[in-house]
């Protein structure tokens, strides 16, 4: 199991955690890879999780999973560049770069905005030399009535992120649990300014640029572009929907074998706040694509 971007460790701990308690022959097979770049992190998820020790390594990018054998022993013989299993992210693709484009409503075109200094301060500019945006289409007619600077983001960093995860599953499935939106979405009157957001001190702002260096930038995540890299690269899209339905299911589903023994009155405001329209259900989307 690969799992990127594992903040502090404590969803890995849990799904540990179950398997040693309920499923000990499975856990005693599992090798569980986080993919962290950070050395602080690593550090926060080592004490999270010293007690799987044995269980659990650390890579920096999926080119140091491939260079490695099982276990994270050395490999003899040719290096393995596949692996069979599962790589998985949460609220990951969203905190990837993006690049903002607007309309210019009089001359019919996009531009891409950037940012510029003014006095002190940073503020957004539009950029002189523009490339026009290839990976999304509005439909047709739909240009006409976008009202001028409509903002509109997209991420070639996620898109090739998910494209190398891709690639080094040769048997398996590549998932992610993010804020998004379907193709049908991406253009809405009420998004007119993007979805680009800043969170200070856990308040959420539209001042993207104030506080530099200080506070989290997140974007929707442009799932339409994000499952065509999966399926450019082989994969098979098995499921794409909001987190509400992926979760109701898998409710279902153990509810047959009562796979998650007795339940209190707080897991089941946790599990509302988690499938409810107005908090998480809709927003977050779930894709799961497989080989």
């Known amino acids: 199991m690969v799992e990127a971007g594992a903040h502090d460790g404590k969803l890995a701990a849990d799904i540990l955690l179950w398997l040693q308690l309920n499923r000990p022959e499975l856990f005693a097979q599992i090798e569980y890879i986080i993919v962290e770049p950070s050395a602080r992190r690593q550090e926060w998820q080592r004490e999270t999780l010293k007690q799987f020790a044995p269980r659990v390594r650390w890579i920096s990018n999926f080119s140091e999973m491939a260079a490695r054998g099982p276990a ?18 949460n609220e990951l693709l969203d905190a990837f770069p993006v690049q903002r484009f607007g309309w210019d409503a009089k001359n019919k075109k996009w531009f891409e905005w950037g940012v510029a200094v003014e006095g002190e301060k ?10 026009q945006p290839s990976t999304f289409n509005p439909q047709p007619g739909l240009e006409s009535v976008l009202p001028d600077n409509y903002t509109v983001e997209i991420s070639p960093a996620a898109e090739n992120w998910w494209r190398e995860a891709a690639g ?9 649990m993010d804020y998004g939106h379907a193709a049908d979405e991406m253009f809405s009157p009420a998004r007119a300014r993007g979805t680009l957001r800043a969170y ?12 530099a ?3 989290d930038l997140t974007a929707h995540v442009n799932f339409p572009a994000i499952r065509k ?17 992926f979760l109701v299911e898998i409710l279902a589903r153990a509810a047959k074998n009562n796979s998650f023994g007795e339940w209190d009155g ?6 509302q ?10 927003a977050f989307r779930v894709l799961i694509q497989s080989r």
């Open 72 to 89: 994270g022993r050395d490999s003899v013989g040719p290096k393995p560049d596949k692996f069979n299993g599962i790589i998985f992210s």
């Open 122 to 131: 940073f503020i957004w500019a539009r950029l002189a030399d523009s490339l």
């Open 168 to 176: 080094v599953l040769a048997n398996g499935k590549l998932l992610t």
């Open 200 to 211: 200070f001190r856990h308040h959420a702002s539209d001042d993207i640029l104030a506080n």
């Open 213 to 215: 260096g200080e506070q």
């Open 229 to 245: 890299a999966g399926e450019d690269a082989g994969l098979i899209t098995e499921f794409f929907c909001a987190q509400a339905k």
């Open 266 to 271: 707080s897991d089941t405001r946790q599990f």
């Open 273 to 282: 706040t988690l499938t409810h329209p107005e908090h998480l259900g809709r």
